[in-house]
């Protein structure tokens, strides 16, 4: 296994499907540089479910949006012990990070490394997503 970084392995950030069988990767650095910041301020290891995702894999998804994982910029992430409502917080504050869902159900955070003037910010609701208005942060005291 290739490290990366001090708490990362080039095997966290593989696609995950059972097609490309972990083969294909793509990664943006500055995404690792962004997790070292959240693993260090946690002091804790972040679990990272999904990353790049291969370009069969993201077909067999039927998404109908942009996604940032086939360009190895986005990850799905969890903190052991750490409420992903902090999680979702303290990413907010991380420059850079220019994408960021909350998906209560999965109990895990999306931040993504797009470009500054496509900033997002949304909720996943079901299997539906919304952006993040106030009545939405509200709602989940984010
Ligand atoms: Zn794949």
């Known amino acids: 296994m290739k490290k990366l970084s001090d708490h990362f392995f080039e095997e966290d950030f593989r696609c995950k499907c059972n097609v490309c069988k972990r083969e294909d990767f793509r990664l943006h ?3 690792v540089g962004i997790l070292e910041m959240i693993a260090e301020h946690f002091k804790k290891q972040v679990k ?5 995702w291969c370009d069969q894999y993201y077909e067999s998804l039927k998404k109908n949006h942009r996604s940032y994982h086939p360009m190895g910029k986005a990850v799905h992430i969890a903190i052991d012990g750490v ?9 907010e504050t991380i420059p850079g990070i220019n994408g960021i ?3 209560p159900k999965n109990n895990f955070i999306h931040i993504d490394t797009r470009p500054e ?3 997002e910010a949304w909720i996943k609701e079901g299997e539906s997503y919304f952006p993040l208005s106030a009545d939405k942060r509200r709602q989940y005291g984010l």
């Open 29 to 31: 650095l500055g995404l």
């Open 48 to 52: 990272i479910f999904s990353a790049y």
């Open 83 to 91: 409420d992903i409502k902090e999680l979702f917080k303290y990413a």
């Open 101 to 103: 869902g909350f998906y």
């Open 117 to 119: 003037d496509k900033k």
